[in-house]
Every structure is written in C-alpha cells, then in structure tokens.
C-alpha cells in the first residue's frame, strides 16, 4: 500500500499562484509515476500533470504553460506550482500514484484531495 498526504491549495485570485505538494510513503518501490488530477463539481476527474520515474512528464492541454509538475524522488514527492490561475481551475486537486499493472488494471492510489478555489 502507498499512503498520499497533500499540502496546499486554498483561495486566490485570478491571475495569482499556488503550489500543492504530495508526500508518498509506504509500498514507494512500486511506484513508476506520480501525478495530479482534478475534479470540478459535476464534472468528470482529470488528468492535469503525470510524471514518471525517468522523468517524462505529460500534461493536460489546458495547463500547458501555466502549470508545472515537478518530482523529488528522494524524498517520493511531487509538486504542483500553479501560475496564471483562472476560475476554471477552481477544483479539488488529487495527488495520484501508479503502481504495478494487476490485470485488468494499475494499482492507483489517490490522495484526500485538496480544494483550490480562483476568484474573479
């Protein structure tokens, strides 16, 4: 089992910046990438950033140059530094690990999740 605690997010206003962190701990071996989803309200969760362990990084379109992801292997941690923010990026954000595949799936683990709210 990997265990996910987050730091961060809150209220800010548009325009303005925040960072959310992501400690993993437990099972950490298994892990080969990390990441951040979001969850609007009625909406479907979605990809934001995912990082593997070599590096390779992948985002979603509509973050592209404003969000970037960032891991510290070291320490199992990945970042989330969120610029040039927009009301539309109002959601709870969820610090997600990727495990082995155990058909028919990955094993996912998912953090409590951390609300971040954009002004107008």
């Known amino acids: 089992q990997v265990q996910l605690v987050e730091s961060g997010g809150g209220l800010v206003q548009a325009g303005g910046s925040l960072r959310l962190s992501c400690a993993a701990s437990g099972s950490i071996d298994s892990i080969w990438r990390m990441g951040w989803y979001r969850q609007a309200p009625g909406k479907q969760r979605e990809l934001v950033v995912v990082?593997?362990?070599?590096?390779?990084?992948n985002y979603a379109e509509f973050v592209k140059g404003r969000f970037l992801g960032s891991r510290d292997n070291a320490k199992s941690t990945v970042y989330l530094q969120m610029n040039m923010l927009k009301p539309e990026d109002t959601a709870v954000y969820y610090c997600?690990?990727?495990?082995?595949?155990?058909?028919?799936?990955?094993?996912?683990?998912w953090g409590q999740g951390t609300q971040v709210t954009v002004s107008s």
């Open positions: 990082i593997t362990n070599d590096g390779n990084t």
């Open positions: 997600n690990a990727r495990g082995p595949f155990t058909s028919p799936f990955y094993s996912d683990y």
